[in-house]
């Protein structure tokens, strides 16, 4: 069966996991069965490359060309790894639970296809602490799939052998970071490693690792069972495939859908969220998780595609947009996604450690009045050491992102707390919850 | 990024088998405990891998991390106290203190602000008497902010020990701790 959605088709409005009668029943590893009886693992890798799966955890690389990278066959390191990366943790991002606690089967057998593809012998799925539910049913699935012979030694009767296991990490949303992510899974202080060399080539324990997203890893069945083609025809636009969008803010109805890939902004902020609550306008909008740069009423028509989010200065991410409403004070917002950065800094690089607190500082003086002109360049001063390149990893340019964009769009709204020397807008603590 | 700063060291060697003397804190740890941290330790290529899990799996029973607990994992796993501590004091859900019998997380991150997260916060730390960070006298609940909790949609959410509890309002906070006298 080729569902138009492929990746929520096993999901109902309950708030139950698909047993793996339900999942097989429903197509469900059909794609391993497909894989292991008729392509070689190098047949995977060119299908999901030529599929043009793009990563779900926010980066976007093309999957297939990053599984490419692997030394694989003959000659190659025998030891080799395949990660997801369930950290979930991008303030404003909840699709990746949602696969989890509701298909584990789906991301099991995506897993198992992508480490025949490249060649893994055993597979981890790094989840943040605070999911026990997903771990636990995730933990669940994993005992059906080895029951049935999906999992361990000769999987479905071919020479093909996995091991897969989850690791519960212990916080920090550092970790989502696929190096530091690998340190943390070896029992590490989550501190990203410089690249090169990338972790297709010396990851985990050295060893050739691959780390993709859940979202990402939960495609590559239903590529591998109905082709490439068939994904590529899913997108609207440019990219292939469907994907995980999300609202989240003061919107009517805040959720998750599964949509084409390249789907406007406006359908699915107006039609699938049901438009902002009545008494609220839309200001302004992050349209992939807290890392990325604010866009405004003007971008609403744009298609979510990873390239023409780009070009209007700001990236898809996750997927899962944050609502920015008129009554929200936007320094507050901003100031919240900063104080979130500077927590979050595992404190290894100077601009990240240092300059986020002082951000979040500045910012903190705005929002209450305190603060003054200059201070408006020294933020931009902060957002020019956050730069790409100026540290080890994509947390401060990420944290700079929203911050940037800010500092642009809402300059009216900063002098005005400047002028006035509070802010104008309703204190957080008193706003929208009832008493 | 374009520089190359150092060549990461990804290589660990293997933990050599040393003949087992007895260590100061032989004894520390139950034999429940060791079972589920044996359990995990074919799981990882290094014992210095499962220190995570260890730490977790011993909190679980303990609470939090002491110090007598941190010298006794990482007398069991072969590792310096030293780099188990670089571990413990790292992570946010390893508690180095002792905290109460539950912990509520409630997000702070940006989704749950929007709406209505610090009147969530004020209104628990009304109910508890406590800021965050701290517990309440009784023993029975530390408050902690979390980092965002995944479930943006159904904001302001929080999480009781692993219970969550999603679209909360000062109502739902008076029923969620209806009862009790925290």
């Not at chain 1, 698909?18 to 890798?45: C, F, H, R, W």
């Not at chain 1, 707390?417 to 603590?429: L, V």
């Not at chain 2, 796993?77 to 946010?92: D, I, P, Q």
């Not at chain 2, 997260?117 to 902690?144: C, F, M, N, S």
Request: proline content about 5%.
């Amino acid at each position: 069966m080729k569902a138009s959605t492929p990746l929520t088709k096993n999901i109902g409005p309950e708030n139950i996991a698909a047993t793996i009668e339900q999942y097989q029943a429903n197509g469900g590893y059909a794609g391993l069965k497909k894989a292991l009886s008729t392509m070689q693992p190098n047949d995977v890798v060119e299908t999901v490359q030529a599929a043009n799966l793009r990563g779900r955890g926010g980066a976007g690389f093309n999957t297939g060309l990053k599984w490419s990278f692997v030394p694989r066959g003959e000659g190659s390191p025998a030891t080799k790894y395949l990660v997801c990366n369930a950290d979930e943790m991008e303030p404003g991002t909840f699709k990746d639970r949602l696969l989890m606690e509701r298909d584990p089967h789906q991301l099991i057998e995506g897993m198992i296809i992508s480490a025949y593809g490249i060649e893994a012998v055993r597979a981890y799925i790094f989840i943040r602490g605070e999911y026990h539910l997903a771990a636990d049913r995730l933990e669940h699935a994993i005992e059906e799939a080895y029951e049935h012979g999906y999992l361990g030694h000769n999987i479905c009767g071919t020479k093909f052998s996995l091991d897969l296991y989850v690791h519960r990490s212990a916080g920090n949303y550092i970790c989502g970071e696929e190096t530091a992510l690998l340190n943390a899974l070896e029992g590490k202080r989550a501190n990203p490693r410089a690249k090169p060399p990338f972790p297709q080539v010396s990851g985990l324990w050295g060893k050739p690792t691959v780390v993709n997203n859940v979202e990402t890893l939960c495609n590559i069945s239903h590529i591998i069972a109905n082709g490439p083609e068939w994904y590529r025809g899913l997108g609207k636009g440019a990219d292939a495939g469907t994907k995980l969008f999300g609202v989240s803010g003061r919107v009517k109805n805040p959720g998750t859908w599964e949509l084409p890939m390249g789907t406007s902004i406006r359908e699915i902020i107006e039609l699938h969220a049901g438009g902002m609550q009545d008494g609220y306008k839309l200001k302004a909008f992050l349209p992939g998780g807290g890392s990325t740069d604010f866009l405004g009423p003007e971008h609403l028509d744009l298609p979510m595609d990873y390239d023409a989010i780009g070009k209007a200065g700001s990236r898809m991410g996750t997927g899962t947009m944050i609502i920015l409403d008129d009554k929200t004070c936007p320094i507050g917002m901003v100031r919240n996604l900063m104080r979130f950065f500077a927590k979050e800094s595992c404190g290894f690089c100077t601009p990240c450690r240092d300059g986020l607190p002082w951000v979040e500082k500045i910012l903190t003086d705005i929002e209450q009045g305190k603060g003054s002109v200059r201070e408006l360049d020294q933020l931009a001063q902060q957002v020019w050491n956050m730069r790409p390149g100026n540290t080890f990893c994509a947390l401060a340019p990420g944290a700079a992102e929203p911050l940037q964009s800010a500092l642009k769009m809402f300059r009216k709204e900063f002098l005005d707390h400047i002028e006035r020397g509070c802010c104008p807008y309703e204190a957080a603590e008193t706003r929208f919850v009832g008493a | 990024m374009a520089r190359t700063i150092e060549k990461a060291v990804t290589v660990e060697p293997e933990i050599i088998a040393r003949e087992k003397v007895p260590g100061p804190y032989a004894n520390y740890l139950t034999a429940q405990e060791k079972a589920e941290i044996d359990h995990e330790i074919p799981r990882y290529e290094t014992k210095r891998a499962v220190g995570i899990d260890a730490l977790k799996i011993v909190q679980k029973y303990r609470g939090w991390i002491s110090d007598d607990t941190l010298k006794a994992v990482a007398e069991y796993l072969s590792l310096s106290v030293a780099e188990l501590e670089g571990v413990a004091t790292f992570y946010t859900l390893i508690f180095r203190e002792p905290v109460g019998r539950q912990v509520i997380y409630y997000c702070d991150s940006v989704s749950c602000w929007i709406m209505g997260g610090e009147q969530v916060r004020a209104k628990l730390e009304e109910h508890l008497g406590i800021k965050p960070g701290e517990t309440t006298a009784d023993g029975e609940y530390t408050l902690i902010p979390i980092q965002c909790l995944g479930d943006c949609d159904k904001a302001p959410v929080m999480m009781v020990g692993e219970q969550m509890h999603r679209h909360l309002s000062c109502e739902k906070i008076r029923e969620i701790f209806a009862g009790e006298n925290a």
